[in-house]
């Protein structure tokens, strides 16, 4: 069962900002929310992750809809470097499932000049 | 890059055979997670590995195997494989079972069966 729906492209010029759009409407309360991306079939590399607050680091930022069920990952100024396959997450914690990220079919985000 | 380095980087075999995966994961990291990636999808989780147990696993059927050594490197098992076994196969580590930190990626095995 898929956690997570994104739409499958974008494109985005670049230096402008990219808005990718995730939703994971059966989110439980203590589920998190992932952002990884991946380069031509490279392994995923990590963005950032949040709980309820929006978040931001040196990479992008993340803003969470007050009921959860949706999310958006903000790449403020996309370079061509930016290309690649964003995929949104949730980590499933349990004792009898260990630490689960379920990965959606992802975005892929063409950064155009 | 994370630290976590696989092994072989590309292999063939052919159905039915038998395959076996390596990773060593980022030092000081006890976790080791497996997940299939097939050609165009997102990766699915296979299952995961602390302090040599396996602690949680997803919908795969028991021809997967895995193992996790005492410096927490680990292998995946594959028998009797399936043409759709097809796929990049990657190895995450991270620090604990339960923390809220991220998942360090290898750049995977891709296995092709024929």
């Known amino acids: 069962d898929a956690k997570t729906t994104q739409p499958p492209s974008m494109d985005c010029a670049e230096g402008r900002a990219a808005n990718l759009p995730c939703n994971h409407s059966t989110i439980s309360g203590n589920e998190y929310v992932y952002w990884y991306r991946q380069i031509h079939s490279q392994g995923p590399q990590y963005i950032i992750h949040?709980?309820?607050n929006n978040e931001t680091n040196e990479m992008a930022s993340l803003i969470i809809t007050e009921d959860r069920k949706s999310s958006t990952l903000i790449l403020p100024h996309a370079t061509l470097r930016d290309t690649a396959v964003y995929y949104c997450i949730v980590r499933v914690v349990g004792p009898d499932t260990g630490n689960q990220f379920y990965f959606g079919t992802g975005t892929s985000l063409t950064v155009i000049p | 890059e994370t630290g976590v380095t696989q092994s072989p980087t590309h292999l063939i075999k052919t159905r039915g055979q038998q395959v076996t995966l390596r990773c060593s994961s980022q030092?000081?990291?006890?976790?080791v997670s497996w997940y299939q990636q097939a050609l165009g999808q997102g990766p699915q989780f296979i299952f995961q590995?602390?302090?040599?147990?396996?602690?949680g696993r997803g919908n795969f059927p028991p021809r997967f195997s895995g193992l996790q050594f005492p410096n927490y490197s680990s292998e995946l098992n594959v028998n009797a494989l399936e043409l759709d076994d097809s796929a990049l196969y990657l190895c995450?580590?991270?620090?604990?079972?339960?923390?809220?930190?991220?998942?360090?990626f290898g750049e995977g095995s891709r296995l092709t069966v024929l």
């Open positions: 590995y602390y302090r040599e147990e396996e602690n």
């Open positions: 030092s000081g990291h006890n976790t």
């Open positions: 949040g709980l309820k």
């Open positions: 995450a580590s991270s620090l604990s079972r339960g923390n809220t930190g991220e998942l360090f």
